[in-house]
Each structure stands twice: as structure tokens, then as C-alpha cells.
């Protein structure tokens, strides 16, 4: 039987959406949050599926923090396509990677995954 593993981990960017439906939205910031769920169909001998504080030094080097997000990607910097991006950069280093959630307001946020 088979675990999730959920890590999370916050980060601080600005952006602001170039097809916003409305007003243009002026340039602001978040406190984002990004959920990984991984699965893990094995335990080690230590009875973990993977090594949390791994996952996390890895979030910690490809996050954006402290930047403005419409400068490193070619695309709108919704909470949507954040997330489909970082679900396939993740999903290179942990394959069994289930969704990636990333909460751009602790109301508001966009889930990705694979069917």
C-alpha cells in the first residue's frame, strides 16, 4: 500500500498578470505556499518513503524567492502555470510525484497533476 508524502514550503515573489479579465492588475507580491504530494509505495529501514529535509533543500534551490516572477518565466505567473511548471520540474527529480498545490493567498490556489 502505497504513502503520500506531503512537504511545504513558503517563498516571497512578486508579479502581476499580463491577461488579467478586468482592470490591469498593477505589480504586487505573495507569500506562496507550495504543497508536494509524492508517493511512496516503500519504506526504507528507517520506515521512511524519502528523506523530507532533502525535498525541502531541493524546493529551497529551485524556488523563486525574492524575485518578480514575470521576469524568469515566458509565460503569465498565475498560480496555475506555476504550478504545472513546478510539477514538472519537480516530477524530473521525484518521479512518483502525484500534485503539486501552490497557494497564493491562504484562500487561493491552483492544483496540478496528471490524470
Given at each position: 500500500m502505497p504513502w503520500i508524502l506531503v512537504?511545504?514550503?513558503?517563498?516571497?515573489?512578486?508579479?502581476?498578470?499580463?491577461d488579467y479579465h478586468g482592470s490591469p492588475e498593477p505589480l504586487h507580491g505573495h507569500t506562496w505556499e507550495v504543497e508536494?504530494?509524492?508517493?511512496?509505495?516503500?519504506l526504507d529501514g528507517g520506515?521512511?518513503?524519502?528523506d523530507?529535509?532533502?525535498?525541502?533543500?531541493?524546493?529551497?534551490e529551485?524556488?523563486?524567492?525574492?524575485k518578480l516572477l514575470n521576469d524568469l518565466?515566458?509565460?503569465?505567473?498565475?498560480a496555475e502555470n506555476i504550478a504545472k511548471w513546478l510539477?514538472?520540474?519537480?516530477?524530473?527529480?521525484?518521479?512518483?510525484?502525484?500534485k503539486v498545490v501552490v497557494w497564493e493567498t491562504q484562500n487561493c490556489g491552483a492544483e496540478y497533476f496528471e490524470l
Open positions: 512537504v511545504k514550503r513558503k517563498f516571497n515573489a512578486a508579479h502581476f498578470l499580463t508536494l504530494h509524492i508517493r511512496a509505495d516503500k520506515g521512511m518513503g524519502f523530507f529535509v532533502e525535498i525541502d533543500n531541493f524546493l529551497k529551485i524556488l523563486p524567492d525574492y518565466f515566458d509565460f503569465s505567473p498565475s510539477y514538472e520540474k519537480v516530477k524530473e527529480r521525484y518521479p512518483s510525484l502525484q
